[in-house]
């Protein structure tokens, strides 16, 4: 009987274990360069890999993150991403960075969520007040003010933010543990959908008047990356 139990709890570990470890899968090969042409490629992780044979070290760069963004939008602020999309050498390796830049006197990068990333960010220039929100039933808000040098962690899948509260300019880089982490912002999915929820279902999950749900359906969601 305990031979029984011993297998059944084996077996139950072993089908828990690809939850429990669910990320970009660890590569097998030196290096997957991602391509959009499935001639002579092998489908690894959501792209087609070129021969190894023919990469070359345009694969593995990307220039201009030096570069300021405008940050001229309604949230303002603006997400230079560098994942996969931008380095193709990136597939597989289950990496990404991105830089943030925020205008002064309010600067938002809106509550939103990596599904698939944690992410660790560094200030290099102004003041941020960050922070997430932990899963239910909880809550709990987490939060700090960064100055040049901070760094911080968000966990993957939990909400988050951050707000510049200086009155200059911000920016900041972040890694994101995914070679392609993905981005919900909360505003844009709640309310800025195509096609649009139901206002009734968002009437009874915010308790809010049918008017202002409808008033907040019609704006529209800026998506800062």
Request: hydrophobic share 40%; charged share 15%; net charge positive.
């Amino acid at each position: 009987m305990k031979s029984a139990h011993f297998i059944l709890a084996f077996c139950l570990l072993a089908l828990a274990s690809p939850l429990a470890y669910a990320s970009d899968p660890s590569p097998l090969q030196d290096f997957c360069v991602a391509i959009n042409d499935s001639k002579d490629g092998v489908f690894v992780n959501g792209k087609f890999c070129k021969d190894p044979k023919l990469a070359k070290a345009e694969d593995f760069y990307y220039s201009g993150l030096n570069i300021p963004r405008n940050t001229s939008n309604p949230v303002g602020s603006t997400v230079t991403p560098v994942n996969v999309a931008q380095i193709p050498g990136l597939n597989t390796l289950g990496i990404s960075l991105v830089r943030i830049d925020y205008a002064p006197n309010g600067g938002l990068n809106p509550p939103h969520t990596h599904p698939r990333a944690t992410e660790i960010l560094v200030v290099v220039e102004g003041t941020l007040y960050v922070g997430f929100v932990t899963s239910n039933t909880d809550n709990r808000l987490i939060t700090k003010v960064l100055y040049p040098g901070d760094v911080f962690v968000f966990p993957i899948g939990l909400i988050h933010f951050q707000f510049n509260v200086g009155k200059t300019k911000a920016v900041a880089f972040a890694g994101l543990s995914s070679q392609n982490p993905g981005v919900i912002t909360i505003a844009n999915a709640v309310f800025g959908p195509n096609p649009s929820i139901n206002p009734d279902i968002l009437v009874k999950a915010f308790q809010l008047d049918k008017n202002v749900v409808k008033k907040l359906q019609s704006k529209f969601w800026w998506a800062n990356n």
